[in-house]
Nanobody
Framework: QVQLVESGGGLVQPGGSLRLSCAAS????????LAWYRQAPGKGRELVAF????????RYADSVKDRFTISRDNARNTVYLQMNSLKPEDTAVYYC?????????WGQGTQVTVSS
């Protein structure tokens, strides 16, 4: 079955960096786009970054543009989110997402807390 497992979250000071990973299994990873979403306390889930199946196309939320970078390694079935210059407002649970045959799959999420 399709599985997405996020890792790499934690507590970081403002201005710091983290790299999130999402390890995928149960489907042909290289054939599908993936995305990172986040959900802050009391807010809805929002799209952070998207990457096409080949990695040749990416999109970002305006709030993270020029600070976050999404990438993928199709040989390792893993998608990454490099987060730099982190701000307190980046605090959220970060989720990996893909859609296969009209079914949406989510990982369990990883907590990112930006605080001094």
């Amino acid at each position: 079955q399709v599985q997405l497992v996020e890792s790499g979250g934690g507590l970081v000071q403002p201005g710091g960096s983290l790299r999130l990973s999402c390890a995928a299994s149960g489907f042909t990873f290289s054939s599908y786009p993936l995305a990172w979403y986040r959900q802050a306390p009391g807010k809805g889930r929002e799209l952070v970054a998207f990457i096409s199946s080949t990695g040749g196309s990416t999109r970002y939320a305006d709030s993270v543009k020029d600070r976050f970078t999404i990438s993928r390694d199709n040989a390792r079935n893993t998608v990454y989110l490099q987060m730099n210059s982190l701000k307190p407002e980046d605090t959220a649970v970060y989720y990996c997402r893909t859609m296969i045959a009209s079914t949406t799959y989510w990982g369990q999420g990883t907590q990112v807390t930006v605080s001094s």
